[in-house]
């Protein structure tokens, strides 16, 4: 079945009904409307849905062109061919040439040659249909764009606030290590139990946890500042380094999700590889973070949430195989799922670019990345990633 609809207007109810059968002959798979009533052709409009009018030029009081015009201001998605039995129109060189500027398909002569009309009307609605789609998938893409210029935005405003976090940690840390070594010297001068005990008891473990804390924050921020830095160059990188960078990015997310995290990495992973590590880390990161997503969509199997990274290599790649056992992707996501802007996520969680540009990042590295449904005893989701050990963009 041809989507979209045609539709007849002519003032004649004869005409209408031989029309209704020719088209039933040599259009049997499209929509057809045939009317004498000018309103019902402009409600037909008003749906916005592709329409080609077959529209009389002379129509009783009303001239045909006049409803076409007022039909094409109310909807982009219509095309028109005129029909006539007037000879003075089908003769009529500036006629003609007018009515095929106000951008008709056609000027036909009565009596019609049905199914020569027929094949213009299933080759124009082919082409309108091939342009309403373009147009859709425009539109989409271009909320996408703007959706994914947001999230660049707030990509700049948390790279600012690393800054602003940054300077008064420095005099927080500061400021314990005073506060410690100011303890440190107290003690030294008092012997009363009472005040003793409560610097050993409370105030010296609890310096000692915010020291903690602030390192722990510390790490992050350099973490983040490290990954937001845009000039990633081919180095040498030691691989444990690079998980352990992956696990302090993704902390939070699995901290928060309740998500039992085992890394693995086999005695055969080469301890070096050569690479662009920030983007190493960003693939590895994305697909992590996309795990942790996972587990939020459905309930899991038996409650317990596992997500594994098993590292392993050979002489010349590393192999890195991110898994969890939330729910099987299904086929029509597989099918998309590494194409730029394919999400199935709300807009504030997903931007459908991870997956597709850690392809395009392993690809520049001579990498590769698929996924697969594990059916097993106890079923997961694996992305498999493999890496050479020698950068050979
Ligand atoms: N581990 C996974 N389990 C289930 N679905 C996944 C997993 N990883 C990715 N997907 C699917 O692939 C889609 C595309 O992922 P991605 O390119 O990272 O974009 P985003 O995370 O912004 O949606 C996701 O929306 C999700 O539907
Ligand atoms: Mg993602």
Aim: net charge neutral.
């Amino acid at each position: 079945m041809l989507k979209g609809t045609y539709c007849v207007l002519d003032d004649e109810q004869d005409f209408l009904t031989v029309a209704a059968g020719e088209f039933k002959k040599f259009l049997p798979d499209m929509k057809g409307v045939f009317t004498t009533d000018p309103d019902e052709a402009i409600t037909l409009a008003r749906k916005d849905k592709p329409v080609i009018f077959i529209i009389d030029i002379v129509l009783g009081g009303k001239k045909g062109m006049e409803i076409y015009q007022r039909i094409s201001a109310i909807s982009k998605k219509v095309r028109v061919i005129f029909i006539t039995g007037d000879e003075n129109f089908i003769n009529n060189d500036d006629i003609r040439n007018q009515i095929l500027l106000e951008g008709s398909i056609d000027l036909m002569q009565k009596p019609i040659k049905w199914h020569e009309l027929a094949i213009k009307v299933k080759n124009n609605m082919q082409l309108l249909l091939y342009q309403c789609n373009l147009e859709d998938i425009i539109a989409e893409r271009t909320q996408q764009l703007i959706h994914a210029d947001r999230l660049a935005t707030v990509g700049t405003m948390v790279s600012s606030i690393i800054h602003e976090i940054s300077s008064p940690l420095t005099f927080i840390k500061a400021n314990q290590e005073m506060c410690k070594y100011a303890v440190g010297n107290a003690k030294k001068v008092t012997e009363n139990k009472e005040v003793l005990s409560i610097f050993d008891r409370l105030i010296i473990p609890s310096v000692d946890e915010s020291m903690k804390g602030v390192e722990r924050i510390e790490e992050l921020l350099n973490s983040f500042r490290r990954f937001y830095k845009r000039d990633d160059l081919v180095s040498e990188v030691d691989f444990t380094e690079l998980i352990a960078e992956v696990k302090n990015l993704t902390y939070y997310n699995i901290k928060r999700s309740n998500i039992n995290f085992i890394i693995e990495v086999a005695k055969s992973t080469p301890k070096k590889i050569t690479c662009k590590k920030q983007e190493l880390i960003q693939v590895i990161t994305n697909v992590v973070n996309n795990a942790v997503d996972a587990f939020e969509e459905k309930a899991v199997f038996n409650g317990e949430k596992e997500l594994k990274i098993v590292v392993s290599g050979s002489d010349s790649t590393v192999n890195i195989v991110v898994s969890n056992n939330g729910p099987e992707i299904p086929q029509y996501v597989m099918e998309r799922i590494f194409e730029p802007f394919f999400t199935t996520k709300t807009a504030e969680k997903g931007t459908g670019l991870g997956l597709a540009i850690s392809r395009q990042i392993l690809k520049f590295m001579g990498g590769t990345i698929y996924v697969e449904n594990k059916s097993k005893k106890h079923p997961t989701v694996d992305f498999i990633i493999t890496i050479p050990i020698n950068y050979n963009a």
